[in-house]
């Protein structure tokens, strides 16, 4: 999901409705079921937070 230029995100081993999200900054023009490598920066309890490195 795109958010002005921000995407929330799972990695591959995340389920939906149980695990966190992946938060990336700056990542403007990725569509639903892109696979990129991602550099995370920062994580909470929950979720993670990162930008990506290569598309």
């Known amino acids: 999901m795109a958010r ?3 995407v929330i995100a ?3 081993s ?3 409705e149980i695990d ?3 938060h990336l900054g ?3 023009g990725l569509q639903v079921g892109d696979w990129v490598e991602v ?3 920062r ?3 929950h979720d993670l937070y990162g ?3 290569s598309a």
């Open 26 to 28: 700056k990542a403007a």
């Open 20 to 22: 966190g999200v992946v």
């Open 4 to 6: 002005g230029g921000r």
């Open 14 to 16: 995340d389920a939906p």
């Open 43 to 45: 994580a909470d309890a």
């Open 39 to 41: 550099a995370i920066t």
């Open 10 to 12: 799972r990695s591959a």
């Open 51 to 53: 930008m990506v490195v």
